[in-house]
T-cell receptor
Framework: AQKVTQAQTEISVVEKEDVTLDCVYE???????LFWYKQPPSGELVFLIR??????QNEISGRYSWNFQKSTSSFNFTITASQVVDSAVYFC???????????FGAGTRLAVHP | SAVISQKPSRDICQRGTSLTIQCQVD?????MFWYRQQPGQSLTLIAT?????????ESGFVIDKFPISRPNLTFSTLTVSNMSPEDSSIYLC???????????FGPGTRLTVL
């Protein structure tokens, strides 16, 4: 069975703080894809990043960075110097290789205060 | 990337009635999906909309309650039938896969059933 766990329900930070959102996944498949999506108050899901199971290289995009570690089945997301516009619900998700069904975690609500 | 629009963006309906939600993609896509997001919850896949054939439903969702159509590669509809207050949710359409195997999401339809 596949499962995605985001243990942090809500995080509250002050602007310019760094914040890490945790994601732990379970799968028996050797080929899979991991995703992060952002859901701002408007409700639309915005795709942020995809990682496949064969690529453990970490990635940085501006203030965003992702740490993928197969040894701990984790795919954590760090926002550096957070801004109020980062306030949203962030979802980690998993797709089994060869399939298209997205398995979502429960989401982490991030509130960034001025 | 694909741009997805949904109609209506929100609606308030009476118990026992039905609502049809439309999803339009700006380009031809292989896969289209319908998700439900109950208040404060994560996303749950309702079904995969198959072009020219019956949709594939996930466990807990049935065609009589959530009939789906997909007449072509850019359009799909989801009907929520015989609604009850428990059907109050955001319903999201998605399409894919993109170049990174991601799914693109529409803005969602916020449904309130009284």
């Amino acid at each position: 069975a596949q499962k995605v766990t985001q243990a942090q329900t809500e995080i509250s930070v002050v602007e310019k703080e760094d914040v890490t959102l945790d994601c732990v996944y379970e799968t028996r498949d050797t080929t899979y894809y991991l995703f992060w999506y952002k859901q701002p108050p408007s409700g639309e899901l915005v795709f942020l990043i995809r990682r496949n199971s064969f690529d453990e290289q970490n990635e940085i995009s501006g203030r965003y960075s992702w740490n993928f570690q197969k040894s701990t089945s984790s795919f954590n997301f760090t926002i550096t110097a957070s801004q109020v516009v980062d306030s949203a619900v962030y979802f980690c998700a998993l797709i089994k290789g060869g399939y298209n069904k997205l398995i979502f975690g429960a989401g982490t609500r991030l509130a960034v205060h001025p | 990337s694909a741009v997805i629009s949904q109609k209506p963006s929100r609606d308030i309906c009476q118990r026992g009635t039905s609502l049809t939600i439309q999803c339009q993609v700006d380009s031809q896509v292989t896969m289209m999906f319908w998700y439900r997001q109950q208040p404060g919850q994560s996303l749950t896949l309702i079904a995969t909309a198959n072009q020219g054939s019956e949709a594939t439903y996930e466990s807990g969702f049935v065609i009589d309650k959530f009939p789906i159509s997909r007449p072509n590669l850019t359009f799909s509809t989801l009907t929520v039938s015989n609604m009850s207050p428990e059907d109050s949710s955001i319903y999201l359409c998605s399409a894919g896969p993109g170049l990174a195997n991601e799914q693109f999401f529409g803005p969602g339809t916020r449904l309130t059933v009284l």
